[in-house]
């Protein structure tokens, strides 16, 4: 597992042999992660954890990012005090061509239909 360092701080990311079909989609079967992984979709940058404004507790909030980050979904760093997060498209359409456009389009459609946010 790839380390990202940052002055005192290491948060552990699979590399990118390490990731699996199964833990991807069960990061993404949690309407949170979903929500948080089509935020971070669509833009180019990397989002500061702060940013989102998720219907749930600061520490689940937290568990959902750890989640994310140990599938291999997402990469997070310290910049200075602030943790962002960065979707690893890159990662998954190597590994799993299309899979990540096809999610993100099904929720978007989902959205849409059911109006249903996490």
Do not use: N
């Not at 749930?56 to 989640?67: D, E």
């Not at 990662?91 to 389009?105: K, M, S, T, V």
């Amino acid at each position: 597992m790839a380390e990202t360092v940052a002055p005192g701080r290491v948060l552990p990311h699979p590399d990118r042999e390490e990731i699996r079909l199964e833990t991807v989609l069960h990061a993404l079967s949690d309407p949170v992660r979903l929500r948080i992984v089509r935020e971070l979709s669509t833009t180019a940058d990397e989002l500061s954890c702060s940013r989102f404004d998720l219907p749930v507790t600061k520490s689940t909030t937290t568990h959902h990012f750890r989640v994310l980050r140990e599938s291999g979904v997402i990469r997070q760093t310290y910049r200075g005090t602030a943790k962002m997060s960065g979707l690893r498209r890159d990662d998954l359409d190597e590994l799993f061509p299309g899979l990540l456009d096809a999610l993100l389009a099904a929720a978007a459609g989902q959205h849409t239909r059911l109006g249903d946010e996490a």
